[in-house]
């Protein structure tokens, strides 16, 4: 399990543990055992010269060792625990990515705004799935498959054009990072609101992309 050592504080007190003290192999096992989530092995990070750099040998790689490792990764998903404890065996520094449009779709949205919007739903007592939150500031709110054909009418019913808002939501052929994976020097993905068995049921996007909506608008205003 995660060790909370310390909380960052957020927009109207909302805050986000940083979390250590697991293994990716351990993780991604969890992930597959006790969430039924499909998992696949990303790139990972290298020491050259005493510097981070991605396995994938880019030197200007936008997210260094959180990445696909090659254009089949679907097919290397698996729900299996047995295979995933293999994979991470063979390579105990891959990172874990969580592919979308299956199980879960992901609504991903600036650090800001998905701060505003937790402490609003916490406020309206909203069940929430897990929520990740990664080191180039973004936020994603795990939800029902099917959210990124709805969630665009969704935005317009609610008076925003999609083209505005900072919100994309990520389904079929798309993929996640997972915690612990690190996206090279600037830290790990965390658990804004970590897998629990009482969110194992996710609650559809369209319970909360209203909060969702909102956060980003303002936070486009500012």
């Known amino acids: 399990m995660f060790i909370v050592e310390e909380t960052i504080a957020g927009p109207e007190a ?74 991470w065996s063979e390579q105990p520094n891959a990172s874990i990515l969580l592919p979308t449009g299956h199980t879960f779709d992901a609504i991903d949205v600036p650090e800001s705004a998905g701060l505003l919007a937790l402490a609003r739903m916490e406020r309206m007592d909203l069940t929430l799935g897990p929520v990740t939150w990664t080191p180039d500031r973004r936020m994603q709110f795990f939800v029902l498959p099917g959210a990124s054909v709805k969630v665009p009418d969704l935005v317009r019913k609610l008076g925003w054009s999609p083209l505005t808002l900072d919100l994309t939501t990520l389904g079929e052929g798309q993929y996640v990072a997972a915690p612990p994976t690190r996206y090279g020097t600037r830290g790990p993905v965390q658990w804004a609101r970590r897998p629990t068995a009482a969110n194992r049921w996710l609650p559809d996007a369209e319970e909360l992309i209203s909060p969702l909506a909102y956060a980003c608008g303002r936070d486009g205003r500012r």
Do not use: K, N
Not at 17 to 25: C, D, T, Y
Not at 67 to 75: C, F
């Open 14 to 87: 909302a805050q986000i543990p940083v979390q250590r003290g697991e293994s990716l192999l351990e993780a991604a096992v969890r992930y597959a055992e006790e969430r039924h989530w499909d998992v696949f092995p990303g790139t990972w990070l290298e020491t050259v010269d005493g510097v981070q750099v991605c396995s994938c040998g880019q030197s200007a790689c936008a997210v260094p060792g959180a990445h696909p490792a090659g254009e089949d990764w679907a097919t290397r998903a698996t729900g299996s625990a047995t295979v995933a404890r293999r994979m």
